[in-house]
């Protein structure tokens, strides 16, 4: 079956600090992989997304890198602000064909202090 | 243009009572899908429609929820009755349907739900 692992949080950093976060994935098929947002009150967004080995999404400085031979679709930003305080899951679909369906990690909440 | 609207946003009810959540999608999207996402998890799909025809509701628990999307626009989804294990976030998200390129899923705000 399909499956998503991320690190589990909270992370926890300073104003301006580099952000990680980790995710791979067990898919049948060749999966479309998606990092969403979840703000505070809100609900989820799209925050990027990537179709194919190699692509990088990237997205308000955010950025992940679909790699194939790793399965991985780690979550990477240079300097976060406190306005990116959120939790941040990682999916993926393995296409239309399957109805469009997101199977997602569990959540890694980060918390930006200033 | 509006996003997917959910209602109630807060719903508390005892143990085997009923409760009932409505969503309207975006204008225009055919697709409707219900997640459950319990405290602390991604969110899980329940069941997705297309039009007003169910596409996938495998990991529906049929003994107690029950979904519905009559005229092909909002839907409703059901539990009856209600267990602790139920207390959960429920999001409705609807996207376009385009047969060849993936879709962009767009979620409403979700209704918490507390069973106590």
């Known amino acids: 079956g399909n499956s998503v692992t991320q690190m589990e949080g909270p992370v926890t950093l300073s104003e301006e600090a580099f952000l990680t976060i980790n995710c791979t994935y067990t898919?049948?098929?060749?999966?479309?992989l998606f990092w969403y947002v979840q703000y505070p009150g809100e609900g989820l967004q799209l925050l990027l997304k990537a179709t194919k080995a190699d692509d990088k999404g990237s997205n308000k400085g955010f950025e992940a890198t679909y790699r194939k031979e790793t399965t991985s679709f780690h979550l990477e930003k240079g300097s976060v602000q406190v306005s990116d305080s959120a939790v941040y899951f990682c999916a993926l679909s393995v296409g239309v064909a399957a109805g469009n369906k997101l199977t997602f990690g569990g959540g890694t909440r980060v918390l930006v202090k200033p | 243009e509006a996003g997917v609207a959910q209602s109630p946003r807060y719903k508390i009810i005892e143990k085997r009572q009923s409760v009932a959540f409505w969503c309207n999608p975006i204008s225009g999207h055919a697709t409707l899908y219900w997640y459950q996402q319990i405290l602390g998890q991604g969110p899980k799909l329940l069941i997705q429609?297309?039009?007003?025809?169910?596409?996938?509701d495998s990991q529906l628990p049929k003994d107690r929820f029950s979904a519905e999307r009559l005229k092909g626009v909002d839907s409703t989804l059901k539990i009856q009755p209600a267990k602790l294990e139920d207390s959960a976030v429920y999001l409705c998200?609807?996207?376009?349907?385009?047969?060849?390129?993936?879709?962009?899923?767009?979620f409403g705000p979700g209704t918490r739900l507390t069973v106590l």
């Open positions: 429609f297309q039009n007003n025809g169910v596409v996938d």
């Open positions: 998200a609807s996207s376009l349907t385009d047969t060849l390129n993936y879709n962009e899923q767009f």
């Open positions: 898919a049948t098929g060749y999966p479309s």
